[in-house]
């Protein structure tokens, strides 16, 4: 359990010590203290402090492909192993060639049928056991370490901060649920129950004694976009008081958090830091980050400034 | 904050009280008692103690319909004021005869038409006030109170009581989730985020600066029968330790939950109490239980016999 911020601040205590001092981490700061504060306009009562995060580029990086993509990719090969008829259908051959033009030529719709082929058929339980073996040994390929390091400290310790202010904090991502699930408990410190994100169709099977959910290659429900808010009102059934993103994938959630009465904060986490991290926004295949961007000062959300604002984007900076 | 079972025991107080002494009562005890105690082989850690519930039959009544069908009946006679067109027409016809043969041959078809009709055009929070303003206001035909009053009482206990022991309780039901959302708080202390439903299609539209979801009238989730595991996967992502339902359409989740290893609990409540409640299972058209009812003794699935097991069934009678 972490004290609430003013609680750190008074023990001389920093509950954001990744976040360099300025106007971005003083305007967190501020809307928390004015959260919890009894008496104060912006105060919130518990039940209300619903906080959401997109996954992919606001918790951790999504570069140089989003990293469930790579862990499709790293499937399709083990397929293409068991069934080499794969390798020349398309876009299975595209995806399997390895040429980053072949790979951002496939569109949607190419995306869609490789995480289809690659996720289904298996249980739920088995293809939760496959994520988990793949973050133990695949490695990113321009930092060479495992996927689930390069996730941002800055926002790590907001989750904590948030939390210990009596936040609930959510993902609401266009990433898999049940991909997401298999680590958000450990990394972020959300349950699988706080997870709500795009799903394929899972069947209800009894074989014999044992009950098992099947993966179906279908989509069931895209959580992206305008399908942010859908979302947010079919799993968590309240509307948040906090949201942060960084694509334009994000800018429905952002706007049903804030455009609302009382105290509302939107956070987005702008790509500026090409050493550390990566510099993208407009012009990217991956998060484009345009609409949204265009529409932040208008609603006061807060565009946070990777290469200013953050004094160490990945946990193993602080540790070197 | 409840205390736990044990605790109260020890201090003289019976956290069950609606329940008459004996086998049944007795295996809840037991249950929730291995469940809470390190070292003992039916322990399981907080995280994971996660308690399902049906609502309609489980939580509580629905005869002579389904509650939420009464609600939709009575938008049905508004609407049709408003477009008097309606009572010619198929199924409305029908359904505004208010014979109730007419209304029992709707079928899940017609069902599903009037619901979507009477649901549908609405906000999400329009349609949540409009629920509310009819709880408020409706009576049901038999006992001349809200329906509202007409939830368990011993159910009411086994969910405080679960929830002093860690478990968190969630309702998994046919039912619509915004339909349920909007008294699951207030009525059984299970917030909006723990309630899992049926559900129709919403879009996300912005009305200039005012963000809103309205319902459409397309069917999303079916959450009933093999859609109940489905529904828990999704929402939940973790399988239950207890699950409680009433009819066929919980079968599949009773046995997700309690065809696994380690201590798990299935619960049916069987209506047997004409005088105090209503007495249905195998012939009933709402529900009907018949094929759960046989395997319970097979998986050993505690059937709660409302008549016998139970000392109060609503909590009105407690106050006469
Ligand atoms: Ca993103
Ligand atoms: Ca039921």
Chains 1, 2 share one sequence.
Do not use: C
């Not at 972490?2 to 360099?20: K, R, T, Y």
């Not at 912006?42 to 402090?49: G, L, M, Q, S, T």
């Not at 999504?62 to 499709?72: I, L, T």
Request: no cysteine; glycine share 10%.
């Amino acid at each position: 359990v972490v004290a609430p911020p003013a609680e750190l601040l008074a023990q001389g205590i920093d509950p954001l010590p990744s976040w360099n001092e300025g106007p971005a981490k003083q305007s967190i700061r501020a809307f928390i203290e004015g959260v919890v504060q009894e008496g104060s306009p912006n105060f919130i009562p518990v039940d209300e402090r619903i906080a959401v995060f997109d996954n992919d580029g606001t918790l951790w990086s999504e570069q140089p492909v989003y990293f469930q993509f790579a862990f499709a990719l790293d499937r399709l090969q083990d397929l293409a192993k068991a069934n080499p008829a794969l390798a020349g259908q398309e876009p299975y051959k595209s995806a399997l060639s390895g040429d980053p033009k072949a790979l951002a030529a496939l569109g949607e719709k190419g995306l869609l049928q490789i995480i289809g082929l690659t996720h289904a058929g298996l249980t739920v339980a088995e293809f939760n056991a496959e994520v988990g073996d793949w973050l133990k040994t695949a490695r990113h390929p321009r930092f060479d370490r495992p996927y689930t390091d390069l996730v941002f400290q800055p926002m790590l310790e907001l989750l904590a901060t948030l939390r210990a202010s009596g936040f609930k904090t959510y993902i609401v991502s266009g990433g898999g649920v049940e991909f997401m699930s298999a680590f958000t408990e450990a990394v972020y410190g959300i349950p699988p129950e706080q997870v709500v994100g795009s799903s394929g169709k899972t069947e209800f099977v009894l074989d014999g004694d044992t009950p098992v959910l099947r993966k179906l290659p279908e989509v069931e429900f895209i959580d992206d976009g305008p399908g942010k808010p859908v979302g947010i009102n079919r799993f968590i059934g309240r509307r948040p008081v906090f949201a942060a993103g960084n694509s334009d994938g994000d800018q429905q959630m952002l706007q049903w958090t804030t455009m609302n009465n009382g105290a509302r904060f939107g956070l987005i986490v702008h790509h500026t830091d090409a050493v550390r991290e990566w510099a993208y926004d407009r012009d990217s295949k991956v998060g484009r980050l345009d609409k949204a961007l265009d529409e932040a000062s208008r609603r006061g959300w807060l565009v946070v400034d990777m290469k200013n604002d953050w004094k160490v984007v990945y946990p193993f900076e602080k540790k070197q």
